[in-house]
Each structure stands twice: as structure tokens, then as C-alpha cells.
């Protein structure tokens, strides 16, 4: 069946330096893959996407790139702040037995500190 | 207007009581989700309603009833919790049930049972 493994955290990071997540999945189809990012007391949104292989989906600093040959979709940022943290969940789409469904990692807990 | 409204944000209940979760959106989605999150895990699938029709039940106890009255709202119908299913219980929307689709979630519901 479908998976996403992503890295255990929580990462603690000091303002400015550079972020990497590793995700990577697990699908017997061709899965959308997603990021989305969950802060305190809220629901989770939408961080970035991509829809097929080698698409790099990017947003607010954030970026990841659909590699299909590794099965992988690593969250980057080149500069944290201190307003990112959060728990950063990666999450695919895809059409399995029972219909569409969107799996997610059990997420990574990001700290920056100022 | 990108935002799916959850009622009540927080609720207590007795193991007798019966009570309901609300959800509104006013996108155009015609695919609405309820997931239910435990602390520090991801969110896991409980229903997906396509077009106003259940397409999916993740096997959840029919403790939990969910109601699709129209293609803006979305209920989940609560009777006889158990402790245990305390936890935040997230209505979400995306424009149609497919791989690909962005998932825009609500705040969450955050449910205790006594």
C-alpha cells in the first residue's frame, strides 16, 4: 500500500540557517505529493505541491522537487525565521481500491529560535 | 474566500450525550473530508463525501454518523463516545475528489469526552 516517511523530529534550527526535511514515499500508482504545514492550535494548509515527476513546487521561501527516481520529495528552505515554526506534514495523493485518498507522514516538528 | 468554518471549536461531552460537528464551506468544493487527529500524530481519514454522496468510510464505528445535507455543508453526528476518541477532528474541502487537488482544511473541532 501507499506510504510517506519523513524525518523524526523535532529539528531545532537558529534563525537564518538552512532547513531540510526528508520525505519519502512509498505508491503503486504516480501520487501527487504535497507539503502542508500545521501551526499551533490550527488546522493544517497548504505549503506546496507537485503533481509529477520532476515538478518543483515552491512557496513563501519553501521548495521541494518531485523525484521519482528516489522516491522523494525533501522539504528546503534556504533561511528560517522564527515565524516558521510549526509541524511541517508530507502528505501524498493517490487513487487506490477504495478511491482517492491523501496519506500523510507523521510530521516533523520545526523550533527556531531567534 | 479559501476558508472552511468549523462549529463548535471546542466540546465536552458525556459518554450518553449526543451531540454534532458542523462544517461550512463556500468555495464551490464538491468534495468535503472529516479527519480525526490525535495529538502529535497526523491527521487520518474518517469520511470523504463526493458530490454529496459517501464515497468513502475508513471503517469508523458508526458511533461517529456523518450527513451531507448539501454541497457547502458537512456534520459529523456523535453518540455514545468513548474517551478514547477524544481528539481534534478536522473538516476539509477541495474542488473536486482526485489526485492532485489541494485540500484546504478547517481549524479543527477539538472534542473531549468525559
Known amino acids: 500500500g501507499n506510504s510517506v516517511t519523513q524525518m523524526e523530529g523535532p529539528v531545532t534550527l537558529s534563525e537564518e540557517a538552512f532547513l531540510t526535511i526528508n520525505c519519502t514515499y512509498t505508491?503503486?500508482?504516480?501520487?501527487?505529493l504535497f507539503w502542508y504545514v500545521q501551526y499551533p492550535g490550527e488546522g493544517l494548509q497548504l505549503l506546496l505541491k507537485?503533481?509529477?515527476?520532476?515538478d518543483k513546487g515552491s512557496n513563501k521561501g519553501f521548495e521541494a522537487t518531485y523525484r521519482k527516481e528516489t522516491t522523494s520529495f525533501h522539504l528546503e528552505k534556504g533561511s528560517v525565521q522564527v515565524s516558521d515554526s510549526a509541524v511541517y506534514f508530507c502528505?501524498?495523493?493517490?487513487?487506490?481500491?477504495?478511491?482517492?485518498?491523501?496519506?500523510f507522514g507523521a510530521g516533523t516538528r520545526l523550533f527556531v529560535k531567534a | 474566500d479559501t476558508e472552511v468554518t468549523q462549529t463548535p471549536k471546542h466540546l465536552v461531552m458525556g459518554m450518553t450525550n449526543k451531540k454534532s460537528l458542523k462544517c461550512e464551506q463556500h468555495?464551490?468544493?464538491?468534495?468535503m473530508y472529516w479527519y480525526k487527529q490525535k495529538a502529535k500524530k497526523p491527521p487520518e481519514l474518517m469520511f470523504v463525501?463526493?458530490?454529496?454522496?459517501l464515497s468513502i468510510n475508513e471503517s469508523v464505528p458508526s458511533r461517529f454518523s456523518p450527513e451531507c445535507p448539501n454541497s457547502s455543508l458537512l456534520n459529523l453526528h456523535l453518540h455514545a463516545l468513548q474517551p478514547e476518541d477524544s481528539a481534534l477532528y478536522l473538516c476539509?474541502?477541495?474542488?473536486?475528489w482526485g489526485t492532485g487537488n489541494t485540500i484546504y482544511f478547517g481549524e479543527g473541532s477539538w472534542l473531549t469526552v468525559v
Open positions: 476539509a474541502s477541495s474542488q473536486v
Open positions: 505508491a503503486t500508482g504516480y501520487p501527487s
Open positions: 507537485a503533481t509529477k515527476a520532476d
Open positions: 502528505a501524498l495523493s493517490d487513487r487506490g481500491t477504495g478511491g482517492f485518498k491523501t496519506i
Open positions: 468555495m464551490g468544493h464538491r468534495a
Open positions: 463525501y463526493s458530490y454529496e454522496k
